[in-house]
């Protein structure tokens, strides 16, 4: 079986990487909203689309990455917001990529039209969205990948096993579960991306949690490295330069 990341995830740059991808991540600013993708706007940046179960406490996650209390909007009544939210992230005059908060799937409560409707319109999304690079699927530590959870996967796994586009399964409410449940949620976890993962695709996991701020520097890490390339060192940059002839 192809390796697996697991919640030590995230690139090992050390304190100034860590600061640097915070600081990326505070960036965030909300550019759009679209409730069909041909609303959404046509450019070239790497999407990164947000996914989770109504309750799994997706909103609070986005704003918690970005350090914002009110960037993410969670409807008062869940499952209710049916709408694509588009946030630039990086500089105001360059934005280096795109987050998409997709709406929450599987709340009881929403009309069966409405949950058919926006069950095609999130796996087109996931199917066909051109500069889609990265998927950040929410799930509840607690209760593990649920049958909705299990078709999101399903839509996007052909694109995460030709390593056209990321994975990384964010595992919220980590501070509700003490440690060996903690292990056996990443070991769940593992078992079903198993089922996905190919020597192609890039597939991590991380324990997350809003209230211990717990997995927010590995996953803002994570998500700079997916978008924004890695300077390069002056010398290094010097060697990779042709030999210029003499004149």
Same mark, same amino acid.
């Given at each position: 079986m192809p390796a697996m990341t697991s919640h030590a995830t995230a690139p090992q740059g050390g304190a100034q990487a860590t600061r640097t991808a915070l600081a990326w991540a505070h960036t965030a600013r909300f550019l759009t909203t679209a409730s069909q993708l041909d609303q959404l706007p046509g450019n070239d940046l790497p999407e990164i689309a947000f996914v989770g179960r109504s $309750?799994?406490?997706?909103?609070?996650?986005? $704003?918690?990455?970005?350090?914002?209390?009110? !960037?993410?909007?969670?409807?008062?009544?869940?499952?209710?917001?049916?709408?694509? $939210?588009?946030?630039?992230?990086?500089?105001?005059?360059?934005?280096? &990529?795109i987050w998409a908060d997709l709406p929450g799937y599987g709340y009881a409560a929403v009309e069966r039209a409405a949950k058919l409707r926006w069950q095609k319109v999130m796996a087109d999304y996931l199917a066909l969205r051109r500069n889609l690079s990265g998927v950040v699927q929410m799930v509840d530590s607690r209760h593990?990948?649920?049958?909705?959870?299990?078709?999101? !996967? %399903?839509?996007v796994a052909p694109r995460v096993g030709n390593g056209e586009v990321r994975l990384l399964v964010v595992l919220t409410k980590?501070?509700?579960? $003490?440690?060996?449940?903690?292990?056996?949620? !990443?070991?769940?976890?593992?078992?079903?991306?198993? %089922?996905?993962?190919?020597?192609?695709?890039?597939?991590?996991? &991380? !324990?997350f949690s809003a209230?211990?701020?717990?997995?927010?520097?590995?996953?803002?890490?994570?998500?700079?490295?997916?978008?924004?390339?890695p300077p390069v060192p002056a010398a290094a940059a010097e060697a990779a330069l042709p030999d210029q002839p003499a004149g």
């Open positions: $309750n799994a406490g997706k909103s609070t996650a986005i $704003n918690t990455l970005a350090q914002q209390r009110q !960037l993410a909007f969670a409807s008062k009544t869940p499952g209710r917001t049916q709408h694509i $939210n588009l946030f630039e992230v990086g500089p105001k005059d360059a934005p280096d &990529a593990g990948f649920t049958a909705l959870d299990r078709q999101l !996967l %399903e839509w980590a501070d509700k579960l $003490n440690r060996k449940e903690a292990a056996a949620s !990443l070991r769940a976890a593992q078992e079903v991306l198993a %089922e996905i993962a190919t020597d192609h695709a890039d597939v991590g996991i &991380a !324990l209230l211990k701020r717990q997995g927010v520097e590995d996953v803002a890490e994570v998500l700079q490295g997916w978008c924004v390339a």
